[in-house]
């Protein structure tokens, strides 16, 4: 089946720094979307990615999708402890409809 | 209004028991899923149903059994519980397949 990497699996920021998290697929895929998961709550939808090489930003968070569709990340840009959560891509494939989930990147936040 | 609401929030349970966790959506998607998340946090996607079609992840044991009264409902069965099933079990919903997941607010399952 689909395989979803997503890197790094945790990663510890100084507030004010920037935050990167890397998806990659194996195969080409037909979206890929992002989810934020808070500690003790749950996934909720950021946004979705469907075009090649697509950008989308939504306040100090930056979307991108690969030219191949293969691979995408998730930029925050000086983060802020709100920030504090698990980052999940989630990749669809081109056919069925099982949306893959990444193992997610736990950010953590230091004030 | 919760947009999907599953109960109970937590379970905790002897092994060998038969147990039920409830969902329901009232957003009037036509599609309902059952995830579950491990202690690692990976999130596993279990069933997926809408009114024509069940769709289920090989990897899960048929113990495990969806329910759908209405497409307002999903329902999960679990017989025979084991120590491995302890985890996060989240319902969520979508009208289509190819947009975003509405998450409840999950179960935490805890077989002793």
């Known amino acids: 089946g689909q395989q979803v990497m997503q890197i790094p699996q945790y990663q510890h920021v100084q507030e004010g720094e920037d935050f990167t998290t890397y998806c990659n697929s194996s195969?080409?895929?037909?979206?890929i979307q992002w989810y934020k998961q808070r500690p003790g709550g749950h996934p909720v939808f950021l946004i979705q990615?469907?075009?090649?090489?697509e950008v989308k930003k939504q306040k100090r968070l930056t979307f991108q999708f690969g030219e191949a569709k293969k691979n995408s990340s998730l930029h925050i840009t000086a983060t802020q402890t709100t920030d504090v959560g698990t980052y999940f891509c989630?990749?669809?494939?081109?056919?069925?409809?099982?949306?893959?989930f990444g193992g997610g990147t736990r950010l953590m936040v230091k004030p | 209004d919760t947009a999907v609401s599953q109960t109970p929030k937590y379970l905790v349970t002897q092994m060998g028991n038969d147990k039920s966790i409830k969902c329901e959506q009232n957003?009037?998607?036509?599609?309902m899923y059952w995830y579950k998340q491990d202690s690692k946090k990976f999130l596993k996607i279990m069933f997926s149903?809408?009114?024509?079609?069940?769709?289920i992840n090989e990897t899960v044991p048929n113990r495990f059994s969806p329910k759908s009264p209405d497409k307002a409902h999903l329902n999960l069965h679990i017989n025979s519980l084991e120590l491995g099933d302890s985890a996060v079990y989240f319902c969520?919903?979508?009208?289509?397949?190819?947009?975003?997941?509405?998450f409840g607010a999950g179960t935490r399952l805890s077989v002793l």
């Open positions: 989630a990749a669809g494939g081109n056919a069925g409809n099982m949306l893959t």
């Open positions: 990615l469907v075009k090649s090489g």
């Open positions: 957003l009037g998607h036509d599609t």
């Open positions: 969520a919903s979508s009208q289509g397949v190819r947009v975003e997941r509405y």
């Open positions: 195969t080409t895929l037909s979206n």
């Open positions: 149903y809408n009114n024509k079609e069940l769709i």
